[in-house]
């Protein structure tokens, strides 16, 4: 059975950094694309980044863009958030998630099969 489990999240001044992990146990972890998604009070699951089988691919949300690096340690079955210059508006509960082997668009929650359970980013202004 594929577990996720994120942690790294916290309490944060805008401007601040936090990096997110996610250690995946079960499976093979280097097989898999992986992702990042939030989601805020009252928001749907938004999308974040994603990063590919080696880590030689990522794509991000427009407004994470040059903030925000994904990244992977296949050797450690981790994946990676690394967030810089938070902006309040970046407070949600983040999952990681695995994505299914040639699913849709890596942007889409309905390509990935397994999530963690969420940890909480907060920024204050």
């Known amino acids: 059975q594929v577990q996720l489990v994120e942690s790294g999240g916290g309490l944060v001044q805008a401007g601040g950094s936090l990096r997110l992990s996610c250690a995946a146990s079960?499976?093979?972890?280097?097989?898999?694309?992986m992702g990042w998604f939030r989601q805020a009070p009252g928001k749907e699951r938004e999308f974040v980044a994603a990063i590919n089988w080696s880590g030689g691919s990522t794509n991000y949300l427009d407004s994470v863009k040059g903030r925000f690096t994904i990244s992977r340690d296949n050797a450690k079955n981790t994946v990676y958030l690394q967030m810089d210059s938070l902006k309040p508006e970046d407070t949600a509960v983040y999952y990681c998630?695995?994505?299914?082997?040639?699913?849709?668009?890596?942007?889409?929650?309905?390509?990935?099969?397994?999530w963690g359970q969420g940890t909480q980013v907060t920024v204050s202004s």
């Open positions: 079960g499976g093979t972890f280097s097989m898999y694309a």
């Open positions: 998630a695995r994505r299914i082997n040639y699913s849709g668009s890596s942007s889409a929650p309905a390509s990935y099969d397994y």
